[in-house]
């Protein structure tokens, strides 16, 4: 994801609901229905929904994007799998910090000898993407993070990386800790990746890049 993901549809929010209910899990709260992006995309440091387990159900809420560094040049806005356990930021998270991030849709930048060529990525049969989490209280506010992995098939073509993304019978998995930092390396989800129309040579801030 190249720092890029879309906004939930109306018609997605609702498919969301209708997945949780299926799963038995319980919507405690929902800030969906007060969440606004006019841009069509969500960048770093926007505000959008993710779902969080509380001890009633599952929690809708709007959170940042980007976990605000401590010398204030910029943000961080991925976590690598692979060290999410040993980097400090990450690791205190992993027990009471877990999120799940609901998007349509992401975007990636191959990098070309001259320029960049823009992707968007998809499930390959419309489904809804829930990516993998961690999210964190600070004086500013919540913030949230999403996890990557190496990237496979498709993806590989285009990026080294991809986020984690779950399955819907892994959701409550993941938020509830059945699902551990190791497990996440090793889930594939195959994705359709396919150049926009109007992706010209931007330089766009990689998701993957840290």
Known sequence: MCGRYTVLTEDEIIE??????DLSLRIVK??????????????PTDHAPVMI???????????KWGFKRWNGSGVI????????IVKSLFSKLIKAGRCVVPAGEF???ERLEKGKKKYFVKDKNDNILFMAGLYRDTEDGREFVIITKKATNEMKKIHDRIPVILRVDQIESWLSGKLSPDDLENLDYDVAVMPCENGGEIDQLSLFST
């Open 77 to 84: 806005i991925n976590a690598r799998c692979e060290t999410i």
């Open 107 to 109: 975007f990636e930048w």
């Open 53 to 63: 387990q509380r001890e009633e159900g599952i929690s809708f809420e709007s959170v």
């Open 16 to 21: 969301i609901r209708k997945i949780l209910k």
């Open 30 to 43: 929902d800030e969906f229905s007060e969440y606004h992006q006019d841009t069509g995309e969500i960048c």
